[in-house]
């Protein structure tokens, strides 16, 4: 006899001993490997030890029947997909129907007609061997998809990523490199003018002291002008005005310490630093208006310790998650009355401190607002979350979590409860040795 091209385990399930040992020495010719059952029962307990590749099952047997042996295989995950191809006498429509709703593939009727027999299983077993190629194909497809997907997820975050600090950086040092022309002018000037105006008040009070008496014109005019007022607040104009400079120079300084131009290579930055720039460039946000006051920014830094990092991509971190914790107590807000939000003030929390390893530095970034739920939580950091119109792309948090995790070998991690705030923390190691991944 020709071995058959598809070869497998087969179950035989039959009570009538006769029938089991003819069936089963015609398989075994037939080439197949062959297990058999006399009863239902004996045949759920012997599949728990070796799976059979098809199952050929009488249904008339006592204890529990083919039909209800059939129900219990296909509601085991296990066993569900093991073709079951029925034997039996029962030749009506009804029976016939009822074995195809519980699952079976086919029937043979008895008595056997062996070369149909071996016929019905070669094909069902090629079926079924067709069947699992398929599966693994398509769960083989289906992974391969999958990861093309991540990584071309990837390689746009990391495009969106590179162009947002290239388009950032040079925006942001150009306008400090314009503001930093015309503040050299002033600040230059304000000392010699300072001094100027300081000689012609004392030349002024000197006049007054040789003339008390100047003439009715003079008098008039110092009425009209309020000389006296002018000689108090000139110097207070003066010294506003050095103050002002000096805030400028913060703020350009601010500016360009946040777009620091990266290297090929991570380099040492204090965190600090960084944390007060992007502090100062949100300081508008800050500020009290008329629907709230001042969010109040509580500091903490407590890490000495450099940390090698590409410093404008960290910044861009502390910005993404500074600007988000504005923004939940933006909408905590909503609902709740000025007197509400004074008695229960919004506040930023901030700090730095070194890991018990000492191997890494933690950054807090926390808020006492809104907070979210569990749900969201599981996915904040997933690429392209959608936010409301005019909120941003929603990438924020995306990105973030592509410069700790893979441009710094970091983690990043949320805690929040509803209504109780959220706090995202930051462990950075000390030392890393990774080229840039934007070059």
Do not use: W
């Not at 070869?7 to 009538?16: A, F, K, N, R």
């Not at 009488?58 to 204890?63: A, E, N, S, T, V």
């Not at 969106?160 to 000037?189: D, M, R, T, W, Y």
């Not at 005019?221 to 103050?243: G, H, N, V």
């Amino acid at each position: 006899m020709v071995k058959p091209t598809v070869t497998g385990l087969i179950l035989v399930v039959d009570d009538t001993p006769a029938n089991l040992s003819v069936m089963s020495e015609a398989l075994t010719d037939a080439g197949y490997d062959v297990a058999a059952a006399l009863s239902g029962d004996r045949a759920l307990k012997q599949i728990q030890h070796q799976l059979p590749d098809l199952i050929l099952l009488d249904i008339q047997m006592p204890g529990i029947d083919g039909f209800e042996t059939c129900c219990q295989l296909k509601a085991n995950p296990d066993t569900a997909d093991i073709p079951v191809i029925f034997m039996t006498a029962l030749s009506d429509a009804v029976n016939k129907v009822k074995a195809f709703d519980l699952g079976a593939v086919d029937y043979v009727t008895k008595p056997f007609q062996e070369a149909e027999v071996l016929a019905r299983v070669s094909t069902h077993l090629k079926l079924r061997q067709l069947t699992q190629s398929l599966e693994h194909q398509v769960a083989a497809r289906t992974e391969e998809l999958t990861i093309t997907l991540e990584t071309l997820k990837q390689s746009q975050l990391q495009l969106i990523q590179q162009e947002k600090f290239s388009a950032l950086g040079g925006l942001v040092a150009g306008v400090a490199h314009e503001i930093n022309n015309p503040l050299g002018f002033i600040s230059g000037n304000l000392n010699p003018a300072q001094n100027y105006v300081q000689d012609i008040l004392e030349l002024l009070a000197l006049y007054q002291q040789q003339f008390p008496d100047p003439g009715e014109d003079i008098c008039d005019r110092m009425e009209t002008i309020d000389l006296e007022y002018i000689c108090a607040d000139l110097p207070k104009i003066l010294l506003s005005m050095r103050e002002g400079t000096n805030r400028i120079r913060q703020i350009s300084r601010s500016l360009r310490n946040f777009s620091h131009a990266d290297s090929d290579r991570k380099m040492p930055y204090d965190l600090r630093d960084g944390m007060e720039s992007t502090l100062m460039l949100l300081k508008h946000r800050l500020k009290a208006t008329e629907d709230r006051p001042e969010i109040e920014v509580v500091k903490a830094y407590d890490c000495d310790h450099e940390v090698e990092c590409f410093p404008s991509q960290i910044n861009q971190v502390f910005m993404n998650l500074l600007a988000n914790a504005i923004d939940a107590l933006e909408e905590d807000n909503q609902g709740r009355s000025l007197e509400e939000i004074k008695a229960q003030p919004n506040q930023i929390f901030v700090s730095t401190e070194l890991s018990a390893d000492q191997q890494a530095a933690v950054i807090r970034i926390g808020d006492n607002g809104i907070g979210m739920p569990a749900e969201i939580q599981s996915q904040i950091f997933d690429h392209f979350t959608t936010k409301p119109v005019n909120k941003g792309t929603g990438l924020g948090l995306s990105i973030s979590h592509q410069i700790v995790v893979k441009n710094h070998q970091g983690t990043i991690e949320v805690h929040s409860t509803p209504r109780q705030g959220t706090k995202f923390e930051i462990r950075l190691p000390l030392v890393v040795e990774v080229e840039n991944p934007l070059n």
